[in-house]
């Protein structure tokens, strides 16, 4: 619970001042034709530059983590519940619309070409340079090192079969991820604008020229950054739900003293973000991605370990038989192999493989999930006693 805490607040210090973009975007583009002019489609670049860090981010990151925080001082089922009931078919059908009216775009095919073509040489030749943004990717994008998705379960009933709600979750993220893919990269594209390198300012600075050069490109702006606005909020309150939960359910904090503490915290460390662009590349990926990685991990083989047959008595209600034949794989999966997978790509993502060799670092992921095991049987061993 603690480290799923801290992780939730590492997530929006950084996360909120992205979200503040967002807003300053979305406001911009709203008041852009009754102010004369959408003021970041005259030059995106030096645009993003100016507004991305300092008092100006400082606000907006206040404004985001604001509307934040009232959506989870509602509670589940007033505040959160019924705020992703409204925004998530909001941003569907947005989306949807978008990709289908981007498809008519000259040059578009480009963005496809782009974004759907697999290129298999590319992986093997880079393939540990991959694995380690792919899967810090997978595990931000589900929030599952940060125990969003434990969060959520604990407020399901009893006979819910958590295989398939899992993996309606997984394959519903990965068809918005590819949704929003196919507006992305063909709008770039049908604009001769090259994608780039990534980055938080990618997103602001490759779609606003796309937009510039555009038709109606500032009705579309609306449209587009309101869709992002509404993901962006759908994230956030996911995020701050996490230590909200563990303050209410561990410490035994009311939701309103513990939204209210966690907003003052949060609201601190994301202004000193806001001012620092050293330090919100630092949080927003070494930081996040050990914080993610060690979380999942850690509750990895708290799971296969502790829990044991247990996790599986809980993985198998509503889903049937197979699941339970399926129980030992699953505990090895769970207590050795995953945990095993995630060491060495945390291990290859700060460059250990390039300096001591793969074998070398194969094997230093098995000491230290073989450690993990042992610290785990030790601290059982006195509990016992």
Request: proline share 4%; hydrophobic share 55%.
């Amino acid at each position: 619970g603690g480290v799923s805490a801290i992780t939730g607040v590492a997530l929006l210090s950084f996360y909120s001042v992205v979200g503040g973009w967002i807003l300053r975007y979305l406001l911009v583009s709203l008041t852009g034709p009754v102010t004369g002019g959408t003021a970041y489609l005259a030059n995106p670049g030096a645009y993003f530059e100016t507004i991305s860090f300092g008092v100006e981010a400082a606000g907006f990151h206040l404004l985001f983590l604001s509307l934040t925080g009232l959506i989870v001082l509602g509670g589940v089922r007033r505040g959160i519940e019924l705020g992703t009931k409204v925004m998530m078919p909001a941003v569907l059908a947005l989306l949807v619309g978008m990709a289908a009216w981007v498809s008519t775009r000259t040059g578009a095919g480009a963005g496809y070409d782009f974004f759907l073509t697999f290129d298999l040489a590319t992986i093997r030749a880079d393939f540990f340079s991959i694995l380690g943004p792919a899967a810090g990717q997978a595990l931000f994008t589900l929030s599952v090192g940060a125990g969003t998705m434990i969060t959520y379960a604990s407020y399901l009933d009893e006979d819910r079969s958590l295989p398939f709600d899992g993996s309606v979750i997984a394959l519903l993220n990965t068809g918005v991820g590819v949704l929003a893919g196919l507006v992305v990269f063909p709008l770039l594209f049908s604009q001769g604008i090259d994608p780039g390198s990534g980055g938080p300012g990618a997103l602001f600075v490759g779609i606003a020229g796309a937009f510039a050069q555009l038709p109606g490109g500032e009705l579309l702006a609306i449209l587009f950054f309101g869709v992002v606005a509404f993901a962006a909020l759908s994230s956030s309150i996911s995020m701050l739900e996490i230590p909200v939960a563990v303050l209410v359910d561990e410490v035994g904090w009311s939701r309103r003293r513990a939204v209210g503490a966690l907003l003052a915290l949060i609201a601190t460390t994301g202004t000193i973000t806001a001012f620092q662009p050293g330090l919100f590349d630092f949080v927003a990926g070494t930081l996040v991605d050990l914080l993610l990685t060690g979380g999942l991990i850690a509750f990895l083989l708290f799971a296969g370990w502790v829990l044991g047959r247990d996790a599986v008595a809980e993985y198998a209600t509503g889903a049937g038989p197979l699941a339970t034949r399926f129980g030992t794989p699953w505990l090895l999966a769970v207590g050795v192999a995953i945990p095993l997978f995630l060491v060495f790509t945390l291990l290859t993502t700060f460059g250990v493989d390039a300096r001591i060799g793969f074998w070398p670092t194969v094997g230093a992921a098995v000491v230290v999930v073989g450690a993990g095991i042992a610290l785990i049987g030790l601290r059982r061993g006195r509990a016992a006693v």
